[in-house]
């Protein structure tokens, strides 16, 4: 079919500057786009203050909920709000656990700070509230600082252990106070950043740091629970070296293992896994909704435990005292405030970057439109809300995200019906939990980790396809795991940005030539079928030309020039001619190259510094008699030429649209030249 098929096109030569006329330095100056005749500038008399637009804006909710199909969707999201609601109970109270405060609180997360985000947030399919990685960051940060506390009340005590710290009344108010502290400066990073439009950054998290750093992540918050799943009591490591020191602790206590606590352990992981791997494909061909087995096991492993009495007569640890009705808003004591602002950033970039990561996904399978930056804001103020009422910073998690899209939930209304689900649970039912032990929730969370802990394949993924950006998956995931989590990420970052800047310093040339003499031009390398044509030298510069890598791009085009066609030997000219549609400048017959034609249709930008080596490489060429042409430059490219006078140096006719404008341009030059030689000859 293609064979075909034919392409026909027939009309004169064009300069760059007959599509961009504004950029031709040769006609009348006047950008409409920088002042009026009062001189007051366009981008302000444009501006329109629309308070309406930035009220919906800001609070999407009020502009789809009037839109919202009611008949259509109002049933898959109450399904898929009872299903989310009843994921986010064993789950908050598990990643609770893991972020060293009250059970209750993980279910708070999942009510208050998810009202705010349903009615700002443009995710129509994230499930916020905890999430396994912030928790256990949020967590570490609230013991550090309550450990330093006792420290400097008592300096010959003894570091107590989490389980000691959440038992007394005192200290576990504390570590609330400090997660509120922390949640409230994550949230105010997050919405600070929104308002300055920084959620662009994210794109700085790149796919394989996200992966290592989750990763990595996952290996310590399984770390952190494998005390519980045995029920061994070890002391809190923390820092550097934390997880390396802590399988060092435990194998020194290994002796200590309640083996009634791995026997539970080990049942909740079975069962658990057993379902997920097994009998969930078959369970969801009989039931219309999935089936809620974290759920059922909390609250089988409740029951057990409250008629066996684990705590007694296996001196195993529950949950104990759960409070009844919702937190009073109060706000975090403010002098914790400024010793936060490190760790409070920190933790809200790791909890946004995993937010939009999801929403992405699920913005583009499902085909609906996502803000970034209002994203940004929408978990800022969810954060910064949720921090008056006892919680710690939220993010999505992919299990309760997944299952929303899966059961059939539609928008965010679906949260909006799983905290009045969540509402009852905390009015009337937390305390039922009591008895609940630990290493049940520790079960959970183990179970909740495989996804990420299998992310570790990526890292094979990666290498076959970038062993750089293996690199920066492996950076992440080891600083993650040897160091910390806030070492992991900014080492991951650091490689990243490094990454970045060394792709961006280095572009690549490559040599074109023509596709069986058509009008398609390719690197010579590709096709054998593609050859350079006779007394032109096409090159193709693909990246950034800057200060960094402007002087390379000159002796790798010297280098070329020098080695194949004999660059600075004047020697190989036979006679001279004027062409004076190139601003008069000489132009001789000669055996080798005669032209030089640049392709700049994959620059990406260009600098004031790399214009000024250019031009001094154009210069030089003229001095041995070679033209050189420009092709293909970007609109953004051709304006920062013309404010640095690129253009009217060089001169406009320099510039063609297309490689094939320049090619053709230069047959034409050719031919006039044979025409006159011949009509010489003749005349003689």
């Known amino acids: 079919m293609a064979e075909s098929a034919r392409i026909q096109i027939d009309r004169s030569v064009i300069y760059q500057t007959g599509l961009y006329p504004k950029y031709d330095p040769d ?19 444009k501006f329109k203050f629309q308070p309406l637009k930035l009220i919906l804006t800001l609070i999407p909710i009020l502009d789809w909920l009037p839109k919202y199909k009611w008949k259509e969707h109002l049933t898959y999201d109450l399904m898929a709000g ?32 998810v009202v705010v985000y349903c009615m700002m947030g443009t995710s129509r399919h994230v499930s916020m509230g905890t999430f396994a990685i912030v928790c256990l960051m949020t967590g570490k940060v609230a013991v550090d600082r309550i450990t330093v506390e006792l420290a400097e009340q008592d300096p010959s005590a003894q570091p107590l252990s989490v389980d000691e710290l959440l038992a007394n009344p005192v200290t576990r108010d504390r570590l609330v106070e400090i997660t509120t502290a922390v949640s409230l400066v994550a949230g105010f990073w997050q919405v600070t950043m929104g308002i300055f439009r920084l959620g662009s950054l994210s794109h700085l998290l790149s796919t394989d740091l996200v992966s290592g750093f989750t990763t990595g992540a996952a290996i310590q918050v399984l770390t952190s629970q494998i005390k519980n799943l045995l029920g061994v009591q ?57 089936l809620p087995l974290e759920l059922i096991t909390i ?62 996904i699920f913005a583009t399978k499902n085909n609906y439109p996502l803000d970034v930056n209002q994203e940004l804001i929408a978990q800022g103020a969810s954060t910064l809300v949720g921090s008056f009422f006892s919680c710690g910073p939220i993010a999505p998690s992919l299990s309760r995200s997944s299952i929303q899209e899966a059961v059939g939930g539609k928008t965010q209304l679906t949260g909006l019906f799983s905290c009045g689900i969540l509402a009852i649970v905390l009015l009337w039912i937390g305390p039922f939990f009591e008895t609940l032990p630990n290493c049940v929730l520790a079960g959970i969370i183990v179970v909740a980790l495989k996804g990420m802990l299998l992310q570790v394949f990526d890292f094979s993924k990666a290498w076959a396809v970038s062993r750089i950006n293996a690199c920066v998956w492996a950076i992440s995931f080891l600083a993650t795991v040897v160091l910390d989590i806030e ?42 079928q593609v050859n ?66 640049f392709d700049f249709s994959s620059l990406s930008s260009v600098d004031t510094g790399a214009l000024r080596l250019v031009l001094g490489l154009y210069k030089r060429f003229l001095k041995e008699e070679l033209q050189i042409l420009f092709t293909s430059c970007p609109s953004s490219v051709l304006s920062v030429m013309g404010v640095n006078s690129f253009l009217k140096d060089v001169g406009a006719k320099h510039f063609f649209p297309s490689v094939h404008d320049a090619v053709t341009f230069v047959s034409s030059v050719q031919n006039l030249h044979n025409h006159r030689n011949s009509r010489d000859l003749t005349t003689f």
């Open 234 to 290: 070890i002391p809190r490591r923390v820092g550097i070296f934390n997880v390396l020191f802590t399988y060092v602790d435990i194998g020194k206590n290994i002796g200590t293992t309640n083996w009634a606590a791995v026997i539970i352990s080990g049942i909740t992981i079975t069962c658990l896994f057993a379902y997920n791997e097994l009998l969930k494909p078959y369970v969801a061909k009989v039931l219309p909704f999935p």
């Open 532 to 597: 350079e044509i006779v007394g032109i030298k096409i090159l193709k510069y693909t990246g950034s030309l800057n200060f960094v890598n402007a002087e390379r791009f000159v002796k790798q085009v010297e280098k070329l020039i020098s080695r194949e066609h004999g660059y600075g030997s004047a020697a190989v000219y036979k006679q001279k001619m004027i062409i004076s549609s190139i601003s008069e400048e000489k132009l001789m017959e000669r055996k080798r190259l005669e032209w030089i034609i």
């Open 27 to 45: 006609a009348a100056k006047h950008d409409p786009d920088t002042k009026t005749s009062d001189g007051c500038p366009n981008c302000f008399k």
């Open 82 to 113: 009872f299903t989310v609601a009843v994921m986010h109970i064993p789950q908050g109270m598990a990643y609770a656990l893991l972020g060293n405060i009250p059970p209750i609180i993980g279910i708070y997360m999942a009510f208050i700070p």
């Open 299 to 360: 609250i089988v492993g409740t029951l057990v435990s409250r008629y066996v009495n684990f705590q007694t007569n296996y001196n195993i640890t529950i949950l104990d005292y759960i409070p009844t009705g919702l937190p009073e808003p109060k706000l975090a004591p403010i002098e914790l405030f400024p010793g936060f602002l490190i760790d409070g950033l920190i933790i809200g970039i790791v909890a946004y970057a995993i937010a939009i990561s999801l929403s992405k």
């Open 487 to 528: 070492y992991g990420l900014g080492a991951g970052l650091f490689a990243s940005v490094l990454i970045l800047l060394w792709s961006s310093a280095y572009g690549s040339i490559s040599v074109l030539g023509t596709f069986e003499d058509s009008e398609l031009y390719a690197d010579i390398k590709t096709n054998p």
